[in-house]
């Protein structure tokens, strides 16, 4: 759990992100109950080294859920976790970091008095009883360059930062772990426009990193945007596995479990309103996919 | 600092903390002076508005009462600093993680009674006697922590509770006399009221001050500009070792015209030295500003939260211990009034006048020195007038409320300049 040396953070950019051969995680079966209520049931997921995966679905799907089970919060009821070819237990969210499993939560836990370097190597400072200043605005300056990050200074509080800047340094400092797998819940909720592409952009850094990204999110142009995997869940079950040329109609019906729903519907009347708009004849037409076109999880296993 | 912008071409290599263009950095003696007019402006205040308020007390005394600013008055005002201003560095502490400790009067007073007691009166050795006060102090600290940490009983509550209990117990442990003497022959006292360096020894160490200063300062440039980073230049360093020379020489000279420079001062700033190091310099000192921040922020960084509250807690009534220690030795003795009356509130005002914030997570422990000196201005200002202490009472509390005023407005000014 100490932070890399400098040596170790460029060994981590050069190890290249090979085929999606062995999955880094895999999950099967896995399973969570409340009292009466089953908030997930039978969930497979596979996350391979320099893969993005999106997990999308509608409130109460489970999404929050499952990371909390992977980021160590909640324990499975049932099911099994593999983390590098070998089954895991994750205990506490202590034991996910030692695994290598680093969570960014949607409210980034940082201290806004504190200025970025603070904030980067909190709880784990270098030289505790003689902090080494020096080197560690060295190493927070070479994560942060890595990133291709714009933070203008990291000796000014956090409270100083723009949304997308935050949850750069609240990504940066999940990487001082050295995580093979990295979960970011709604990282672009609640960003602008450039501060989102900003947090994109990120993204596809961790990819090249060869890190695994698990990214939830609500908003499905950010996913279709950097997810080359989208896996679904509804009411708290895998819904399908989606490719990244995923239509939006196709994504929605698996949200929302039907063909006819208020999206496609809106989206009808639009393309009735304006069939010259440049919109793939695709979109407008019925396309039920679900069960049907979609890669699911078990196509992925014997491929 | 117009002129950076358009030098950068000429300039080959750019620091590694400076390669952000958007960002003006000036260089040398001017750019430091421009950059620490910026701040000011964005409600970065730092220890300005209590030097300026210091500046205005001493003026007007002085114009009021010719004898403020004579050299034994002066030196009667550092040692009068020293107790409550030990006890105000463990306020900063507290405050610093958002919580508060009402009671470091009554354990200051109970402190400097267990001391009478087991010095006077039974005997003891005084450092063991100091030791047992000390360590009974922090007890009472590792108990606030456990109400707070395992019942979530708010600081606020519970060390009101307290601040009533150990002046209980202080007034048991003195007994039906009420008032214990001690001699004034013990070190004791005489640490507290005789002891004085001498004039070539106050020299010797301001000089010493100031080339650690000088030290410390070109080392940390050095290493910087050998790992990349932009540093001070030398002219600066010299700039502001050359200003700690003067400015610490002036003031043993001045001393030294009547008394001198106390042990008991020096004691006080050492702990000042010794608490600063420690809260930003150490693991422990980034915690407590930490959950200072945001508690839950720094529970989920793997911070033992319950261990620096209960840590600061404790430091707090040890320090509270230690201040009541000196104000008996400056007594030479403890009675039943010891640490009652404003203690408490001197001490909390000292630490919030010197620009600790009562929300936490922002402050330092230079504070304290600076907090209790304005406090100590002002009742020395109005003794020498004959005022009374329902004078005293009234300014001190205006004072207070114009520093927290003042912390509040640049509070709101560093919101809109986006510094929080």
Request: hydrophobic share 50%; proline share 4%.
């Amino acid at each position: 759990m100490s932070p890399p040396t400098p040596a170790d953070t460029r060994a981590a950019v050069s190890r290249a992100p090979d085929a999606a051969t062995e999955p880094v995680l895999a999950l099967r079966g896995i399973g969570k109950r409340f009292g009466a209520v089953s908030a997930l049931t039978d969930i497979d997921l596979d996350v391979s080294a320099g893969e993005v995966v999106a997990i999308v679905g509608d409130n109460g799907a489970g999404k929050s859920t499952l990371v909390k089970v992977l980021a160590g919060v909640h324990r499975p009821d049932g099911g099994e976790i593999v983390f590098a070819g070998r089954p895991v237990t994750i205990a506490d969210p202590s034991a996910a970091i030692a695994l290598g499993i680093a969570t960014v939560f949607q409210d980034l836990a940082l201290c806004e008095n504190l200025d970025v370097v603070a904030n980067l190597f909190l709880g784990h400072e270098i030289a505790p009883t003689h902090l080494d200043e020096v080197e560690m605005e060295v190493r927070a300056w070479g994560l942060l360059g890595e990133l291709s990050a714009r933070i203008p200074s990291v000796r000014t509080p956090v409270a100083s930062l723009s949304g997308g800047q935050r949850q750069t340094v609240a990504i940066a400092r999940s990487l001082l772990g050295e995580p093979k797998i990295i979960i970011l819940d709604e990282p672009t909720a609640a960003l602008g426009v450039a501060q989102t592409a900003e947090v994109l952009d990120l993204i596809e850094r961790l990819r090249e990193r060869g890190l695994g990204v698990i990214m939830v999110s609500h908003n499905m142009d950010d996913v279709r945007a950097v997810a080359d995997r989208i896996a679904v869940l509804r009411l708290g079950r895998n819904n399908g596995v989606f490719g990244a040329d995923v239509t939006q109609d196709q994504i929605v019906s698996a949200i929302t479990g039907a063909t006819d729903n208020a999206v496609t519907r809106r989206s009808a009347r639009r393309a009735h309103a304006a069939p010259t708009d440049g919109t793939p004849a695709a979109h407008a037409g019925p396309d039920p996919a679900v069960p049907t076109d979609v890669t699911t999880t078990e196509g992925v296993d014997d491929d | 600092m117009t002129d950076v912008r358009t030098d950068t071409g000429a300039e080959p290599t750019r620091t590694l903390d400076r390669q952000d263009e958007r960002v003006e950095h000036g260089t040398g003696a001017a750019g430091a002076l421009a950059g620490f007019s910026r701040r000011l402006r964005s409600g970065d205040l730092g220890a300005l508005p209590v030097i300026v308020g210091l500046a205005v007390i001493w003026t007007v005394f002085q114009i009021l009462n010719p004898v403020f600013l004579s050299a034994d008055n002066l030196v009667n005002l550092t040692l009068e600093c020293c107790s409550v201003g030990v006890i105000s560095l463990g306020i900063v502490c507290v405050l610093l993680t958002g919580q508060i400790d009402l009671s470091v009067g009554s354990v200051s007073g109970l402190a400097g009674a267990i001391v009478a007691v087991l010095f006077v009166n039974d005997g003891w050795p005084a450092a063991l006697a100091i030791v047992t006060a000390i360590a009974v102090a922090c007890v009472i600290g590792w108990l606030y922590g456990q109400l707070f940490n395992r019942l979530g009983m708010p600081s606020f509550v519970s060390t009101l509770a307290g601040l009533l209990a150990f002046l209980g117990l202080q007034l048991y442990i003195l007994g039906a006399a009420g008032s214990i003497n001690i001699p004034f022959t013990s070190g004791l006292v005489s640490f507290a009221q005789l002891w004085f360096l001498p004039p070539w020894l106050s020299y010797v160490l301001a000089a010493a001050v100031a080339v650690a200063v000088f030290a410390s300062g070109f080392r940390l440039a050095a290493r910087r500009r050998a790992a990349g980073l932009s540093a001070r230049s030398i002219q600066v360093l010299l700039l502001r070792a050359g200003a700690f020379l003067v400015g610490l020489e002036a003031v043993a000279w001045y001393l030294n015209r009547s008394r001198g420079v106390g042990w008991m001062f020096v004691f006080f700033a050492a702990l000042v030295v010794v608490l600063n190091y420690l809260l930003t310099r150490t693991q422990w000192g980034r915690s407590v500003f930490a959950v200072g921040g945001s508690a839950e922020a720094a529970r989920r960084v793997g911070i033992n939260v319950r261990l620096v509250y209960t840590s600061v807690f404790m430091a707090c009534s040890g320090l509270a211990a230690v201040g009541g220690i000196l104000a008996a030795a400056r007594l030479a003795s403890a009675n039943q009034s010891s640490g009652t009356g404003d203690v408490n509130l001197n001490a909390i005002a000292a630490a919030v006048i010197g620009g600790t914030s009562l929300f936490g997570g922002r402050g330092n422990a230079w504070s304290a020195l600076l907090g209790i000196i304005v406090i100590q201005s002002i009742s020395s200002g109005l003794t020498l007038l004959n005022l009374d202490s329902s004078f005293r009472f009234m300014i001190t509390g205006l004072v207070l409320a114009l520093a927290v005023a003042v912390d509040a407005i640049a509070r709101r000014s560093r919101a809109s300049h986006g510094q929080a």
